[in-house]
């Protein structure tokens, strides 16, 4: 969650000028819930652990909503997906 001293980086996060692109038709498209995202930092330390995956194509995430938009080359495990973002510092609704 964002807060004073979390591992978000907020005060030091510089945000994308755009959200990645995500192309469903190159592969599988999963959108899962995340709680505790609230600003740019928070969206980039998901990225970067939901990204690292194997197979992961592309990851899009919509702070507002709380969704991440994850595109891979074959479905992921939800375990795989929850693991990734409990290492960012969240909790994966669905």
């Known amino acids: 969650m964002c807060t004073s001293g979390s591992s978000c980086g907020c005060a030091t996060a510089?945000?994308?000028?755009?959200?990645?692109?995500?192309?469903?038709?190159?592969?599988?498209?999963?959108?899962y819930a995340v709680?505790?995202?609230?600003?740019?930092?928070?969206?980039?330390?998901?990225?970067?652990?939901?990204?690292?995956?194997?197979?992961?194509?592309?990851?899009?995430?919509d702070v507002a909503s709380g969704t991440v938009a994850v595109t891979s080359a074959a479905p992921l495990a939800v375990t795989d997906v929850r693991a990734a973002v409990e290492k960012a510092g969240y909790q994966l609704v669905s």
Do not use: F, R
Request: charged fraction near 10%; charge should be negative.
């Open 14 to 31: 510089a945000a994308d000028s755009a959200p990645t692109t995500v192309d469903a038709a190159s592969g599988v498209l999963a959108t």
């Open 35 to 61: 709680s505790g995202m609230t600003c740019t930092g928070c969206a980039n330390n998901v990225s970067k652990q939901v990204s690292s995956l194997e197979g992961v194509i592309g990851v899009e995430i």
